[in-house]
């Protein structure tokens, strides 16, 4: 008798999800996009596969470093409290610290918090606060949860759009101390690209650099960080030769730069397009600078036509403006920063640790894990069959096994999961739990002869019921290891977990009704 889809239903959805996972594997564009390059999409995988890699198979570096910076708890501050006013007495107290390295957390239901994202030592910034007029309060080494989750999303919207494949950000703590740490990987990346993308915090701003007194030169920052990153900002392009980042400012900070150029000059004919900066004569220079992180990326002055626009008004009709640079690869990285934001805080790459594997010896890891996963298989499938000596049996229990195997992989290649050993070492696991569930199943139902299908169904019950207990245990053995930081263990439990609920869910009673149908029609 033909089996019936409507009592076989599992091995139909058994059957759907293998034809899908084949699909997400190997179909060209089935794998999610993972980071785009100046607005170019990033390939998930360059191999036959959709499947990503890894540092441990595909080479590169992992950086993991603490966040400079201090933290006062439970100091009280009131509501009304004027942040601004109190992040520049506690920065004018403190050497090398400017009102954006202070970071003030007001709560209503928990106490507050005042962070300094500089090097600055415990009592110097206790002092600060006092002189602040902040009382109370303890000071301790690190920044708060919620920095660090500004830092590792700000960190991670970078990494993808600079086009760093695979590349992954997370926060770890350190087990017995109260030291966190933020986490980068980033395969197919030596250490310098890595560096250069957490080394600085990504401050973009613009300084008018105009004479004051008819004598000395003097900046004045005239666009903040704050207002360019509110600003719609545009792909990179070039305009007359040079790379540039559109911007356009919202109305209240086109609103201020059209004053502050009129009050410093831009619009002057003494202002206009006046600037040979650096070099100039001190005292008569109209430039406006692009700055990141303390470094001049260009300097250009106003032009006539921008000039007008700022003194009749047409500027605040239309605020569109240029951040001019050097390179291509400069724009790209001011218009990287500007959309993701600035890190609140630095990393303090002097207390590091660094991982490298070089690429060469990854690539070497591949087939490796290919032949230890191939000679697993062909070991459980000897014994089985030793087990058995029925291939009705063996058979249909070594391919479900392996199905679990192709929906994670599969599975995988959807989320973007970077695959390590670890999780290759999963997929291992994945198979000996499953088979030894499996086989559970067909000692309790073939120990006996089966007459009918209502016995085949009371003893698979029966195997069930063991079945379900085992993976419940196990999920609860693996759950610390999946939600805890811990490194490569985190992968290995993630994969094992989920191979257990495939299982559970869907693979184990799918065989049963393989072997339901092959058993019961035999006899």
């Keep these: 008798m033909a089996p019936s889809i409507r009592e076989n239903w599992r091995v139909a959805v058994l059957v759907l999800l293998l034809l899908g996972s084949l699909g997400a594997l190997f179909v060209p564009g089935a794998a999610p996009v993972t980071g785009t390059s100046g607005g170019n999409a990033t390939a998930a995988s360059s191999g036959p596969t959709n499947l990503q890699y890894g540092l441990q198979l595909s080479g590169g570096t992992r950086v993991r470093a603490p966040v400079v910076g201090l933290t006062a708890e439970d100091v009280q501050l009131s509501p009304s409290q004027d942040t601004n006013a109190l992040r520049e007495r506690i920065a004018a107290n403190l050497t090398d610290t400017s009102a954006t390295d202070v970071k003030i957390r007001i709560y209503t239901d928990s106490t507050d918090t005042i962070e300094v994202f500089s090097n600055v030592s415990q009592p110097a910034f206790r002092d600060a606060l006092d002189a602040a007029g902040v009382s109370g309060g303890t000071v301790r080494d690190g920044v708060t949860e919620a920095t660090r989750s500004d830092i590792v999303d700000t960190l991670s919207q970078k990494v993808n759009a600079l086009g760093f494949s695979g590349a992954r950000v997370s926060q770890q703590s350190s087990i017995g101390s109260d030291t966190h740490y933020i986490v980068i990987e980033a395969p197919n990346t030596n250490l310098t690209e890595v560096y250069d993308l957490v080394r600085n915090r990504g401050e973009v701003y613009v300084d008018a650099y105009h004479p004051a007194n008819g004598s000395a030169q003097v900046n004045d920052t005239v666009l903040t960080n704050e207002q360019l990153q509110a600003a ?123 991982y490298h594997i070089d690429a060469s010896l990854a690539q070497r890891f591949k087939p490796l894990s290919f032949i230890t996963g191939l000679i697993a298989t062909l070991v459980v499938s000897l014994v089985v069959y030793l087990r058995y000596g029925r291939v009705r049996v063996a058979a249909p229990m070594v391919v479900t096994a392996l199905s679990e195997v192709i929906i994670l992989l599969g599975f995988s290649s959807l989320v973007g999961l970077s695959l390590n050993l670890s999780h290759i070492a999963g997929f291992i696991a994945v198979i000996g739990t499953g088979v030894d569930d499996l086989v559970i199943i067909a000692d309790e139902v073939t120990r006996r002869e089966v007459s009918s299908q209502r016995v085949f169904q009371s003893r698979f019950r029966k195997a069930f019921w063991v079945i379900g207990g085992a993976a419940a245990t196990t999920i609860i053995a693996m759950s610390p290891l999946a939600f805890l930081s811990l490194g490569d263990l985190r992968g290995f439990a993630i994969v094992t977990i989920l191979g257990v609920l495939v299982g559970v869910l869907l693979t184990r009673p799918a065989y049963g009704d393989i072997l339901r149908y092959l058993i019961t029609d035999q006899n």
Excluded: H, W
């Design 232 to 354: 719609q900002v545009s792909n990179p392009t070039t305009q007359q030769g040079f790379p540039v980042v559109p911007v356009t400012l919202t109305s209240d900070a086109a609103r201020s730069f059209s004053q502050d150029m009129r009050d410093y000059g831009y619009t002057s004919e003494e202002g206009i397009s006046n600037c040979q900066y650096p070099g100039g004569t001190p005292g008569n220079e109209y430039c406006l600078l692009t700055v990141r992180d303390g470094k001049v990326v260009y300097s250009a002055g106003v032009a006539r036509g921008l000039a007008n626009d700022f003194e009749n008004g047409d500027f605040q009709k239309d605020p569109t403006f240029v951040l001019q640079t050097n390179s291509m690869s400069e724009a790209r990285q001011v218009a990287v920063d500007l959309r993701a934001g600035a890190l609140p805080a630095s990393l303090d790459l002097q207390k590091d640790d660094v």
